[in-house]
């Protein structure tokens, strides 16, 4: 049962984008004259195709709106003040806190040591989405109440809003019920995470939020949005041309300066910025390449790297029947060269991790925190996976990336990363050793690292801060 599961939530892009193309093909069907609801639309849609009902929520949106304020007027009867006694800075970091350590084997934020440094520690307020005790933050969102006033007439006006375009989006008859259901439910969600950060930062003197993931963000940036504060997305991981929630297809540039997008992001290097421009989402003006601000755990000499024969596999999330089924393949490659060892590096949100962790029986070597990406690029002569960023992290360690092709369920992603130049096609039953051999006595070459990673330039950040452009 629970590979079927996986196998429904991993429906190829491909597929997904176009099934969401033909469902929005018009805008009055996820949009009101006032807001763009775009890319809640897609969620409902996509998990609707997935038949995934773990998202469907219980909620009031088609009743009246008389009732429905009745039922937030009975809640809020047991409202909180929301985020304690906190004092936020003009500048806030919201920070999914995914961690690597140096080493002396201390914890750093990958995606914000960087920033919180050249901002200033005591000039901004950083938020953990999560608990976490091996970094310093002021505070973190599991403490707020998730219990609100009555709405003010902001809320009132966006929840008038979004019960108009389930309204319009039933009247077009495009959307089956079980679709309804699913965008009924994606909405909810939308408004409920709106009321609470759109609470937990009202009269506050916030004026620029920092952020990963604009996508299902859409409640915190109308929050923002409503309350008059800068929001700037931070390049978190991979940007393909067939995203969901990127490079948007034209047919959707009439809502999008409606739709919650982020004011601004900050993407790794111009090669990002590039692909960003082909889509209809962002502007040229609100795409600054700010560099390579990941926290590395040292300072990397790519011209003095002590190589070893080592194949290393980084895994991908809710993606482990894939990645150890090919293990097993894999390990009968590595019998016949014994010089030759494997490391399986696992996402750092994998959740079956007992399923790799069995693979030490055929010899690999399985890798969590305890080492981080860019220590094992040094010393890695291949890596394979299907689509990953950690192609672009291996730009410039001297490593092979080979993109597993025609194999599981994201196949048509891993085509995008020949297409782009990062990685050369494997098929599970090539031996990635010989092909190896043959592509370094041939001087193949992948994309320049300085394209996808630019040197980290701190003045960006800083412009960022005092820039006011919004997308129009």
Known sequence: MFLEIQAMELTPFSIVNQYTKERLLHHSRYSTNK????????????????????????????LPMWVQLGILYIKSLRSKTNGGKIQFKETILLDPVRLVNDEKGNWHSIYFDKIVNELGRNNVTWISLRKVKDIHCDTNLEDFSRSHPYPDEIEKDLLKHICLTLKQAKATSQFSGYEIKHISSALHIFYEEFRFYYNAFKGKEIKTAFFICHYHNEGLIAALRFLGVKSIEVQHGLIASNDLYYVYHEQFAARTHKGFFP??????????????????????????????????????????????????????????????????????????????????????????????????????????????????????????????????????????????QDYGSMSDYASDMLSEGVATS???????????????????????????????????????????????
């Not at 370094?440 to 003045?459: C, I, M, N, T």
């Open 426 to 472: 494997l098929t599970i039953t090539e031996d990635p050793i010989k092909k190896y051999l043959s592509i370094k006595a041939s001087g193949q070459e992948l994309l320049p690292r300085e394209d996808v990673y630019a040197p980290f330039d701190s003045l960006v950040v800083q412009e960022l801060l005092y820039s006011a452009d919004r997308l129009k």
């Open 263 to 404: 004011d601004q992001i900050m993407v790794y290097g111009p090669y990002w910025k590039r692909l960003l421009e082909t889509g209809c989402e962002f502007r040229a003006r609100n795409i600054h390449v700010a560099g390579d601000y990941l926290f590395r755990s040292a300072n990397i000499d790519y011209g003095n790297m002590r190589k070893e024969n080592v194949i290393l596999v980084c895994a991908q999330k809710n993606m482990h029947v894939d990645y150890v089924r090919y293990a097993h393949i894999l390990s009968k490659h590595l019998e016949d060269h014994k010089d030759w060892r494997g490391i399986i590096k696992m996402h750092p949100l994998e959740k079956e991790k007992e399923a790799y962790y069995e693979l030490r029986k055929l010899g690999f070597e399985i890798v969590d925190h305890e080492k981080s990406l860019d220590d094992l690029l040094r010393l890695c002569k291949i890596q394979i996976s299907i689509y990953s960023t950690t192609f672009y992290d291996a730009l410039g360690f001297d490593v092979v990336n080979f993109s597993l």
């Open 35 to 62: 807001y763009s609801f775009l890319k809640i639309f897609q969620h409902g849609l996509s998990y609707a195709l997935n038949k995934n009902d773990q998202k469907l929520i219980k909620n009031y949106l088609g």
